[in-house]
């Protein structure tokens, strides 16, 4: 099955090199990083659309297979096994090569599980413009340390024209292995930044801020420093492809947030449901707990879920969020899953926090449905792999309609997440 992907991969890395041969006034950028590639490609087609036709991958189609698919604009095969299927696909691969209509710039999100795999990428891509989102644990029981994270993302910059880079999510110690003309986006010591005036009831007002040049206060509609950070990214984006700052300023009160990703949504009693649910990692579920301890709120719950794919490092890093779990700013943490229960928990009883904890998502849901959450502020954080949290965010909808905003909820993950629900635990 290795060398039957393997050779898809060439194949299809051969069609996507003849694309841009065909059109050599596409640019492609490509976007690349630990966490917040989806929110950072989000916001970047947002603020390229202002000016440019622009075309980019769908949903989390991002590996090596999917990701040649989405750049040539075609669909993949209905079965992956079926050769007659494939062929289909090399078929419409030829005619989009051939197509004389073309967007003028390309978004794709490359996405990778082990070493060894953005080489793979490097084969067949060389990005006008590379955004590197972060640096941060993923996929550890294949990575193993994070500086063989480090070297694997950041290696796009060895074959982009320009690189963008998150200054702040990016340790300096690893800024030396980005090649290449560079820009960095962030905090105060990087080239573009958003600067935060002051904080709204569902974001922010802020000013973006590029050399000496600084535009007019905007209304920025995310919430959290780490999303700031994200459309900051395609804010430069937009610069370094050739709109000026006012038109990038106007563009990025445009952004919402996408679906799973501190999204702000209504719930029962007049409570507000904080819906991160799309994934988790240390850095994102730290960054979201952050956000939740900034907000004015009478009461706030945070509803933690297992953090998948650490490898050996997956006890240290729940010990690690147990930490930063605050009884002063928490007057309950539920956690659902077993890797939460049993590192997490303990560590956030011990610093005083009250805890509950729950094997399955509905479980929590219906405890929180039951209870008076009145003016209280709830936080939803968790890996998606048998954990779902936004099936506990569900029956807390003060609009039962509001569930289409939420994640994963296309008929085949609806029955995917009954039966694992339905398994003993």
Known sequence: MQLFKHLLEKILGSYVKKYFKSHSNVKLIAVVGSVGKTSVKSATTTVLSEKFIVRHSRGNLNTTLSAPLEILGIDGPKNVKSPLDWLKVFSAARSSIKNPQSPDIIIQECGIDCPGEMATFMRYIQPDIAIITSVAPEHMEFFKTIDVVAREELSISQVAKKTIFNFHDIDKKYHSLIIGKKISYGDESADVLLQIKETTSDGYIATLRHNQEESRNINISVLGKHNIRSITGAAAAGLACGMNI?????????????????????????????????????????????????LEASRKIAVLGDMNELGDSSKLEHEKIGRLCDPKQLDLLITVGKLAKKHLAPIAEKNGCKVLSFDKSPEAGEFLKSKGIKDTTILFKGSQGGIYLEETIKPLLNNPADSQKLVRQSETWL????????QPY
Request: one cysteine or more; hydrophobic letters at 35%.
């Open 415 to 422: 029955k995917k997440k009954q039966q694992f629900f339905d």
């Open 246 to 294: 006012d038109e990038v300023a106007a563009a990025l009160t445009k952004i919402k947030p996408v679906s799973g990703r501190m999204n702000i949504l209504r719930g029962t009693q007049g409570c507000t449901l904080l819906d991160d649910t799309y994934n988790a990692s240390p850095v994102a579920m730290e960054n979201s707990l952050k956000t939740l301890y900034s």
